[in-house]
C-alpha cells in the first residue's frame, strides 16, 4: 500500500519541478531579453550622443578656426595697410628731399618776389592752413577713436581665445564621460555574454536530463512489458491449477471442501497481490519505470541528489537574477542621470555657441564699421596729404631761415605732412608779416594784371612781335600823347574795358577753383 503513495508524491514533485523549471526558463529568457532590450536602447543612446558630440566638437572647431581666421585677416590687412602707408611716407620723405633741394637750388631767383603777391598768398595760405588744422584734428579724433576700437576688438580676440581653451577642457570632461559609459558597456557585455553562456549550459543540461528520462523511459517500458510476460504466464499457471483443482473437487469434493476453499481464497488474494502489483508497476513504469527495489531505491536517491541540484542551481540563479535585477535597476538610473545631464549640457552648449555666434556677429559689425571708417580717415588724410603738399608747392618761393625749420625724426610717420604743415605755417606768418602796412587790394590789382599780361603773352603765336615804346619817349611830359591822355584821363578806352573784363573774369574763376579745393578738404 506504500507504493502508490511513493510513487504518486514522486510524480507529483517530478511535475512541480518540471513545471518550475520551464517557470525559470521562460522567466530567465524575458529577463534576457528585457537586459537585451535595454542594452540596445543604451547602445543606440550612446551612438546618438557621441554623433552629437562629434558634431558640436567640429561645430565648435570649425567655429574657432573661423574666428582665428578672420581675426588673422583683419590683421594682415591692418599690416598690409600700415606698410603701404609707410610706403607711402617713405616715398613722401623721398620726394619732399628731392623738393627741398630743388627749392634751396630755386631759392636765389625767387629771392626778390613782390611783396602783394606774398601778402596775398599768405592769407590764403592762412586759410587754407586754419581749414586743414582743423580737418587734421578731426582726423586725429577719429584715429584714435579707430585705435580704441581695435583696442577692444584684441580684447574681444583674447577672451575668445581664453575662452575656446575651455572648451577644450569641457570637449576633454565629454570624452572621459564617453570613455567611462564604454568601459560600463563592456562590463555589462561581459554580464551578458556570461548569462548567454550560463543559459547554453542550463539548456545543454536539461538536454541530457530529457534524453536520460527518455532512455529510463524506454528501460522501463521493456522492463514492464517483461513483467506483464511473466503474469500471462503466472495466470495461465493459475487457471491450469483452478481446472485442476475443479477436477480434483468433483472427486474430492467432500474431502477437500475446506482445501477447496482455502485454494479459492489463496488464488484470490493471489491474484488481488497481482493485480495491486500489476497497477503498482504500471504507475511506476509511469513514473518511474523502475523493476526492482534496488533499482527504485537508487532512483529515488538520484532524484533527491537531483532535487538538491537543482534546488542550489535554482538558488544561484535566483542570486544571479537578483544581481542582474540590480545592475539593470543601476543601468536604468545612470541611462537616466547621463540622459538629463546630456540634454543639460547639450542645450547649455548650444546657448553658449549661440551667444558666441551672437557676439562674432557683432564684433564683425563693429569691426567692418572700423575698417570703413579707417578707409575714410586714410581717406580723408590723402586730401590732407594732397592739400598740404599743394599749398607747400605753392610756397615754394618763400625762404625760410635755418633755424626756423621744423626739426623733425625722419623716421615718424607724421613727418611729412606736419614737417609740410609747419613750413607752411612759417612762410605765411612770413608772408603776413610782410603785407603789413603795405595795400592788398593794389598787390591784388598788380598780380592779377601781370598775369593778365602773362596769360596773354602765352596765347600770342609764335611769330608774332611786339614793339615797345623807347622809354624816353613814353615817359616825355611835353608829347601830344600824353597831353590827349591827360585830357581824355576819364574815358575809358575799348582796349582798358577789355583788358578789366578779362581780370573780372579770371578772378570769378580763380575763386570758384579755390572754392571747390576747400570743399574737397
Known amino acids: 500500500m506504500k507504493h502508490p503513495k511513493v510513487t504518486a508524491m514522486a510524480a507529483e514533485h517530478i511535475t512541480g519541478l518540471k513545471r518550475k523549471i520551464r517557470l525559470l526558463e521562460v522567466e530567465r529568457k524575458a529577463c534576457y531579453d528585457r537586459h537585451e532590450a535595454a542594452i540596445m536602447k543604451n547602445q543606440e543612446l550612446i551612438h546618438q550622443l557621441r554623433e552629437d558630440n562629434r558634431r558640436l566638437h567640429r561645430k565648435l572647431a570649425g567655429a574657432h578656426a573661423e574666428i582665428i581666421e578672420t581675426l588673422d585677416e583683419c590683421v594682415l590687412s591692418h599690416r598690409k595697410r600700415f606698410n603701404a602707408l609707410k610706403?607711402?611716407?617713405?616715398?613722401?620723405?623721398?620726394?619732399?628731399?628731392?623738393?627741398?633741394m630743388e627749392y634751396r637750388r630755386m631759392k636765389p631767383e625767387h629771392s626778390a618776389a613782390p611783396p602783394g603777391l606774398r601778402?596775398?598768398?599768405?592769407?590764403?595760405?592762412?586759410?587754407?592752413?586754419?581749414?586743414?588744422?582743423?580737418?587734421?584734428?578731426?582726423s586725429q579724433f577719429k584715429c584714435k577713436e579707430a585705435e580704441n576700437i581695435m583696442i577692444d576688438y584684441l580684447k574681444l580676440k583674447s577672451h575668445l581665445q581664453d575662452e575656446s581653451l575651455a572648451y577644450q577642457s569641457q570637449l576633454d570632461s565629454l570624452q572621459a564621460e564617453i570613455l567611462k559609459h564604454r568601459e560600463e558597456?563592456?562590463?555589462?557585455?561581459?554580464?551578458?555574454?556570461?548569462?548567454?553562456?550560463?543559459?547554453?549550459?542550463?539548456?545543454?543540461?536539461?538536454?541530457?536530463?530529457?534524453?536520460?528520462?527518455?532512455?529510463?523511459?524506454?528501460?522501463?517500458?521493456?522492463?514492464?512489458?517483461?513483467?506483464?510476460?511473466?503474469?500471462?504466464?503466472?495466470?495461465?499457471?493459475?487457471?491450469?491449477?483452478?481446472?485442476?483443482?475443479?477436477?480434483?473437487a468433483v472427486q474430492l469434493d467432500e474431502l477437500s471442501s475446506e482445501v477447496q476453499h482455502s485454494t479459492t481464497r489463496m488464488l484470490a488474494e493471489e491474484e488481488k497481490d497481482i493485480s495491486t502489483a500489476e497497477e503498482a508497476f504500471r504507475r511506476i513504469k509511469e513514473a518511474t519505470g523502475i523493476t526492482n527495489i534496488q533499482e527504485l531505491e537508487e532512483h529515488f536517491t538520484s532524484q533527491k541528489e537531483t532535487r538538491r541540484h537543482l534546488e542550489r542551481r535554482q538558488e544561484e540563479n535566483e542570486e544571479v537574477l537578483l544581481q542582474l535585477k540590480e545592475q539593470k535597476e543601476l543601468l536604468e538610473q545612470q541611462f537616466e542621470e547621463m540622459k538629463y545631464s546630456g540634454e543639460a549640457k547639450l542645450f547649455s552648449h548650444q546657448q553658449t555657441l549661440q551667444e558666441r555666434e551672437q557676439q562674432l556677429q557683432a564684433e564683425q559689425q563693429r569691426c567692418d564699421e572700423a575698417e570703413e571708417r579707417?578707409?575714410?580717415?586714410?581717406?580723408?588724410?590723402?586730401?590732407?596729404?594732397?592739400?598740404?603738399?599743394?599749398?607747400?608747392?605753392?610756397?615754394?618761393?618763400?625762404?625760410?631761415?635755418?633755424?626756423?625749420?621744423?626739426?623733425?625724426?625722419?623716421?615718424?610717420?607724421?613727418?611729412?605732412?606736419?614737417?609740410?604743415?609747419?613750413q607752411c605755417e612759417q612762410k605765411l606768418e612770413s608772408l603776413q608779416k610782410e603785407l603789413e602796412g603795405k595795400d592788398v587790394a593794389a598787390i591784388m590789382k598788380e598780380m592779377l594784371e601781370k598775369e593778365f599780361?602773362?596769360?596773354?603773352e602765352g596765347k600770342l603765336p609764335e611769330h608774332s612781335t611786339q614793339v615797345k615804346p623807347p622809354e624816353d619817349q613814353a615817359q616825355d611830359p611835353y608829347s601830344d600823347e600824353d597831353k590827349?591822355?591827360?585830357?581824355?584821363?576819364?574815358?575809358?578806352?575799348?582796349?582798358?574795358?577789355?583788358?578789366?573784363?578779362?581780370?573780372?573774369?579770371?578772378?570769378?574763376?580763380k575763386r570758384k577753383a579755390q572754392k571747390k579745393r576747400k570743399g574737397k578738404f
Not at 536530463?209 to 500471462?232: F, G, T
Not at 599780361?453 to 596773354?456: A, F, G, L, Q
Not at 575799348?494 to 583788358?499: C, D, G, Q
Request: aromatic letters at 2%.
Open 185 to 248: 558597456l563592456r562590463s555589462l557585455q561581459v554580464v551578458n555574454t556570461d548569462s548567454q553562456l550560463s543559459k547554453e549550459a542550463a539548456k545543454a543540461e536539461l538536454q541530457q536530463e530529457e534524453e536520460l528520462l527518455h532512455k529510463e523511459c524506454k528501460e522501463r517500458e521493456q522492463v514492464i512489458a517483461s513483467y506483464r510476460k511473466k503474469v500471462d504466464e503466472r495466470k495461465a499457471q493459475a487457471a491450469k491449477v483452478e481446472r485442476r483443482v475443479q477436477r480434483a
Open 453 to 456: 599780361y602773362v596769360r596773354i
Open 119 to 138: 601778402t596775398l598768398k599768405k592769407e590764403e595760405n592762412a586759410m587754407n592752413l586754419r581749414v586743414l588744422e582743423n580737418s587734421l584734428e578731426k
Open 374 to 422: 579707417l578707409d575714410w580717415l586714410v581717406k580723408t588724410l590723402g586730401a590732407v596729404r594732397h592739400g598740404v603738399e599743394h599749398l607747400a608747392d605753392n610756397l615754394q618761393h618763400i625762404s625760410l631761415d635755418e633755424h626756423t625749420v621744423p626739426n623733425m625724426h625722419p623716421d615718424s610717420e607724421d613727418f611729412v605732412v606736419l614737417g609740410l604743415m609747419a
Open 87 to 100: 610706403h607711402g611716407t617713405e616715398i613722401y620723405e623721398r620726394h619732399h628731399e628731392e623738393l627741398k
Open 484 to 509: 590827349s591822355d591827360k585830357d581824355g584821363a576819364h574815358v575809358i578806352s575799348r582796349e582798358a574795358l577789355k583788358r578789366q573784363s578779362q581780370l573780372i573774369v579770371d578772378s570769378n574763376s
